[in-house]
């Protein structure tokens, strides 16, 4: 068909197409003929089972439907698209009586315009600027979200990079205090202990100096395998999830003098992987030193569970609890760097706190299940 060249084209943002679908053939030639004299591309249909072969999600910006049509009706047309494409402009259009109300109709249908030719074509090309108007905006809406999920994306990317980097730097230097800084509190302590060996009677009162000297070194040393352990939990390796975060909470206890009640089931790297280990060493580190230094708590619970696909271990604490909509005080990673930590092991972090009600900390992280495709390595067990 030769269609006439569009007399005064709309000023459009997008290039908007349009798709019509009606039995009657007069009424399909009257209603494409005005829509491209406006500058639009316009798409026909005689049946909704043409349109259905016709219509792909994102192909059209607006589909105008005729409400009576042998075979599919216009109501069953509209469900179709709908359930293919949420986001297209629909438009119902009807010639007769007898059908919904209209404000019934745009009740019941999810559809943005209702037209009764009756009305003439002014108001048809109102309803087809309202729809496309809408359009555009939701183009844009999904055009930021796009944008906004893509910088997620690398967001989430740059906080992996970023959480990596954090643990080699303190395996660096969790390294270097022991390698060096732990020698030489060795080598001082040796030393004083040997002048205390080998002092003259005459200088006596040497030995009370030299022996706190010993004293300090080996104080020293302890704090530095201490501070070591705390950047660089190397018993993932060594003794496996489990084990590690034993040995820390009884080193937390002893420090802290805050009882904690630990119980946790051993798990292998077959089906926790090692990233998912270390994230759940630190939140759990985290979580401690919080409580240690915020909560005034007196009792602790720490507990593991392994379900069939996730492994889940919650934190109790009877101290002074806080707002849940607040990030408590913290040097560590705080309360968003825990949720990040989780979620790009593909976990969940919930926090639930009331103030003078103590506070509960559960992370559920996924488990390597037989079929998963998950490259892992050993951390022990």
Same mark, same amino acid.
């Given at each position: 068909? &030769?269609?006439?060249?569009?007399?005064?084209? #709309?000023?459009?943002p997008m %290039?908007?197409?349009?798709?019509?679908?009606?039995?009657?053939?007069?009424? !399909?030639?009257?209603?494409?003929?005005?829509?491209?004299m406006? *500058?639009?591309?316009?798409?026909?249909?005689?049946?909704? =089972?043409?349109?259905?072969?016709?219509?792909?999600?994102?192909?059209?910006? /607006?589909?105008?439907?005729?409400?009576?049509?042998?075979?599919?009706?216009?109501?069953?047309? $509209?469900?179709?698209?709908r359930?293919? %494409?949420t986001?297209?402009?629909?438009?119902?259009?009807?010639?007769y009586?007898?059908?919904?109300?209209p404000?019934?109709m /745009?009740? @019941?249908?999810? $559809? @943005? *315009?209702?037209?009764?030719?009756?009305?003439?074509?002014?108001r048809?090309?109102?309803?087809?600027?309202? +729809?496309?108007?809408?359009?555009?905006?939701?183009?844009?809406?999904?055009?930021?979200?796009?944008?906004?999920?893509?910088?997620q994306?690398?967001?989430r990317?740059?906080?992996?990079?970023?959480?990596?980097? @954090?643990?080699?730097?303190?395996a660096?230097?969790?390294?270097? !205090?022991?390698?060096?800084?732990?020698?030489?509190?060795?080598? &001082?302590?040796?030393?004083?202990?040997?002048?205390?060996?080998h002092?003259?009677?005459?200088?006596?009162?040497?030995?009370?100096?030299?022996?706190?000297? #010993?004293?300090?070194?080996?104080e020293?040393?302890?704090?530095?395998?201490?501070?070591?352990t705390?950047?660089?939990?190397?018993?993932?390796?060594?003794?496996?999830?489990?084990?590690a975060?034993?040995?820390?909470v009884? %080193?937390?206890?002893?420090?802290?003098g805050?009882a904690?009640?630990?119980?946790?089931?051993?798990?292998?790297?077959?089906?926790?992987?090692?990233?998912?280990?270390t994230? $759940?060493?630190?939140?759990?580190?985290?979580?401690?030193t919080?409580?240690?230094?915020?909560?005034?708590?007196?009792?602790i619970?720490?507990?593991?569970?392994?379900?069939?696909?996730?492994?889940?271990i919650?934190?109790?604490?009877?101290?002074? *609890?806080?707002?849940?909509t +607040?990030?408590?005080?913290?040097?560590?990673?705080? $309360?968003?760097?825990?949720?990040?930590?989780?979620?790009? #092991?593909?976990?969940? /972090?919930? &926090?639930?706190?009331?103030?003078? @009600?103590?506070? =509960? #900390?559960?992370?559920?992280?996924?488990? &390597?299940?037989? *079929? %998963?495709?998950?490259?892992?390595?050993?951390?022990?067990?």
């Amino acid at each position: 068909m &030769i269609r006439p060249t569009p007399h005064h084209p #709309v000023a459009e943002p997008m %290039d908007f197409a349009i798709l019509v679908v009606d039995d009657q053939e007069a009424a !399909l030639v009257s209603t494409c003929l005005l829509l491209e004299m406006e *500058g639009y591309r316009v798409h026909t249909a005689t049946s909704g =089972t043409q349109a259905l072969t016709l219509f792909r999600p994102g192909q059209f910006q /607006l589909v105008i439907v005729d409400y009576f049509m042998p075979g599919m009706n216009g109501e069953r047309l $509209i469900q179709e698209i709908r359930a293919r %494409d949420t986001d297209v402009q629909i438009m119902l259009q009807t010639g007769y009586s007898g059908e919904k109300p209209p404000r019934e109709m /745009l009740r @019941q249908l999810d $559809i @943005q *315009g209702y037209h009764d030719k009756l009305d003439g074509p002014d108001r048809l090309l109102l309803w087809v600027e309202v +729809a496309l108007k809408a359009a555009t905006q939701l183009h844009t809406i999904r055009d930021a979200e796009r944008a906004l999920a893509a910088s997620q994306a690398q967001l989430r990317r740059l906080s992996a990079r970023l959480f990596r980097l @954090q643990e080699e730097e303190r395996a660096q230097i969790s390294r270097e !205090l022991h390698d060096h800084l732990g020698q030489l509190h060795a080598a &001082i302590s040796m030393n004083a202990a040997w002048v205390s060996r080998h002092c003259p009677p005459d200088l006596s009162a040497l030995q009370e100096p030299l022996q706190e000297t #010993v004293q300090l070194a080996r104080e020293a040393q302890h704090a530095t395998r201490t501070l070591c352990t705390l950047l660089r939990p190397g018993e993932l390796n060594r003794l496996g999830l489990s084990a590690a975060l034993q040995e820390y909470v009884a %080193d937390f206890t002893r420090r802290s003098g805050t009882a904690v009640a630990f119980s946790c089931p051993t798990i292998d790297s077959s089906t926790l992987p090692p990233e998912s280990a270390t994230t $759940i060493y630190r939140i759990v580190q985290e979580a401690l030193t919080n409580i240690a230094r915020h909560a005034a708590a007196t009792a602790i619970m720490i507990k593991g569970q392994r379900q069939p696909r996730q492994f889940t271990i919650t934190i109790i604490d009877n101290g002074k *609890g806080f707002l849940a909509t +607040a990030d408590p005080p913290s040097s560590g990673l705080g $309360i968003v760097g825990m949720h990040e930590r989780a979620r790009l #092991v593909g976990g969940t /972090l919930a &926090i639930h706190s009331t103030p003078g @009600q103590g506070t =509960t #900390v559960t992370l559920r992280v996924p488990l &390597i299940t037989e *079929g %998963d495709n998950h490259d892992s390595y050993s951390i022990g067990g």
